[in-house]
């Protein structure tokens, strides 16, 4: 599928399936170099674009001390994204062409083209027509209808309505030919197409679809897999407006999730609950499991996520005060990698809020305790 995920498997969704890669990224020897590009693409797009750039630099220069491909790919992935945001663009591309693995390639091509739409349209349109004639002739069978479905929305931010609809139906199809598909995976494919459909003007189809979704989900006997496609189908819903139904999947999940036993897979469901509940504007709810939450780190994220949604409403005051909690909670947080990211992730929301000397102290901490 999709991910590189290393402990768990399962899609919840598209931001969570990057958020657990992230991770997964954070718990190795790639995780600084990880971090240190946060740090250096946020200290660029707020504050000093030198010194951001410097920053990317030293961690593009240590890439090729990790030594497992993958998590050295995917590194690269994100310091190319962080280029991107810095409007280095030739430097993000050139990054993300010495990609091998064609969903990280993909995707990434996807981030820039999106960063262009409005200064470079036509740069962007043909870094995604690159990005999809790279996935359907080299991407997996089973990764093909994600990273079709996913690239579609790009074609949307275009005014490509045409081609994004075509390379939904595309994606359809494509769900339909994988031989052996495990049901959650499927389901995860049928929410994400059906996410962009709705982008796409199509509706109704991408309601049957989502419907669709959540009767099968019923014949999950797994609880993480069941609580994990009926969060992703309520942070669809609330994305796309259905606030009502994305409650009414995202109380399911939660029920669902009590009966999962791995503690870690609770963890991660429960952590995308929280977000999600912030997502369909019940806040309360959300922060309530986000803050009980045992792993500070994925507590952290959540109220994060929270945070920005208050924010989104207008709510500042809320948004500044649980971002102030997450800032208490990074002392609980071991990991360098994962406290310089949580950090760096605080500093941007904090800046977003006019908070700019609150948010440039966080990234200075977040960069000494990576260096």
Known sequence: MKNLILSIILLICATANAHRTEVNILDTEAGKIAALAKVGGEMGRFFDKQKGLEILSRALSEIYTIDKKEYRETV???IANEYAGLDETKKAINITRS????????TNMGKIANKLVKSNPTLANELLNEAVNKARKEAAEDDLPALLAELSGKYIRLNKTDVAKELLKEANIAVEKIKDIHLDDKLSLYAEIAANMVAAGQKEEAFKLFDKAYTLSSQLKDPFERAAILTMLGGELAEKGQ????IQMLDEALKVSLLIKDEQKRIDVTSEIARNYGQSKKFEKGIE??????????SSESLIVLAKNYAKTKQTNEAYALLK????KTASISSESKKATILAKT?????????KEEGKAL?????????
């Open 289 to 298: 499991i986000a803050k009980g939450i045992s792993d500070a780190y994925f």
């Open 347 to 355: 500093a941007a929301e904090l800046t977003e809020l006019d908070k």
């Open 99 to 106: 990609i091998t693995d064609v969903h990280l390639f993909a």
């Open 243 to 246: 606030p009502e139904k994305a």
């Open 76 to 78: 690269l992935a994100a």
């Open 325 to 328: 909690e997450v800032v208490s």
């Open 363 to 371: 990234l200075e901490d977040a960069l000494k305790t990576l260096i």
